[in-house]
């Protein structure tokens, strides 16, 4: 791989945010000759992408050392010297060296550890393929919560069957032949025989039973309002009748005097 020196050190050193960073000890590596003491040489590493860079020192403006973390696996490995936290990065592509690292710390090398195995472009695809099955998954679930929701709301809605009630029958009264409404219950012998509105006289007879009088329209039919305050009328008018035929003889009488 062929790489542009003054664009990887313009890149190494630009404000772009480092993925990780700190110091490591490295043994033989790109750069980094063996000390002769056989403990390693301490350098400051920056981790940019799948680009790991090694420095002199933090404040150093050339790096040491470059590697493409492609194509590689990061494992725990011996450090030439006891007590070191070690781990080395090895290539599958054969004739290439591993590079061989040691953290300060059991902690500091997990966590390079970490950094380092999902740098790679191979790790963020898988990555990525996993975020789109989860993604598809959701997609799914939602589309079946939503079908669901919705048969569940149809199915409250649901119109309703036809009212097969028998002919003549309105508003729980039944028609008789003369139109009068008469009350369910009185048909089934709750009220005395032969007992109708003709019976019932005067202004208290506008209710009929409990709380029923033809003027609330949901409950009699404006012909029953028409035939209820005929019968009054009639029956006023079949009164007077009376009582004029009953005065004439007394007139009579009174004349022949």
């Given amino acids: 791989m062929k790489l542009n020196e003054r664009s990887v050190a313009h890149y190494a050193l630009s404000d772009s945010p480092a993925d990780h ?146 002919p003549g029958l309105e508003n729980g009264h039944s028609l008789s032949k003369d139109c009068s409404p008469v009350d369910l219950g009185e048909e089934r012998g709750s009220r005395p025989a032969g007992q109708g509105l003709a019976e019932l006289q005067g202004p208290a007879s506008l209710f009929l039973g409990r709380r029923q009088s033809p003027l609330f329209p949901e409950t009699f039919y404006f012909s029953a309002l028409h035939n209820w305050y005929g019968q009054e009328i009639s029956e006023l008018r079949q009164r007077w009748m009376q009582r004029a035929r009953g005065s004439r003889p007394e007139r009579e009488k009174q004349d022949g005097h």
């Fill in 21 to 166: 960073t700190g110091f490591l000890r490295t043994w033989g590596g790109a750069g980094t000759p063996p000390t002769p003491s056989g403990t390693g040489r301490r350098c400051w590493f920056v981790l940019k992408g799948n680009l790991l860079f090694s420095f002199e020192s933090r404040e150093s403006r050339a790096p040491l050392s470059l590697v493409v973390l492609e194509g590689c696996t990061v494992e725990l490995a011996e450090a030439p010297m006891s007590e070191e936290f070690a781990f080395a990065i090895r290539f599958d592509a054969p004739g290439v060296r591993p590079h061989l690292l040691a953290a300060d710390g059991p902690a500091a090398q997990e966590a390079w550890v970490k950094a380092l195995s999902r740098a790679s472009f191979g790790y963020m695809r898988l990555v990525v393929r996993e975020l789109e099955s989860q993604l598809r998954d959701a997609r799914h679930s939602l589309a079946l919560h939503r079908h669901s929701s919705w048969k569940a709301i149809t199915s409250r809605y649901k119109p309703q069957a036809p009212d097969h009630r028998p």
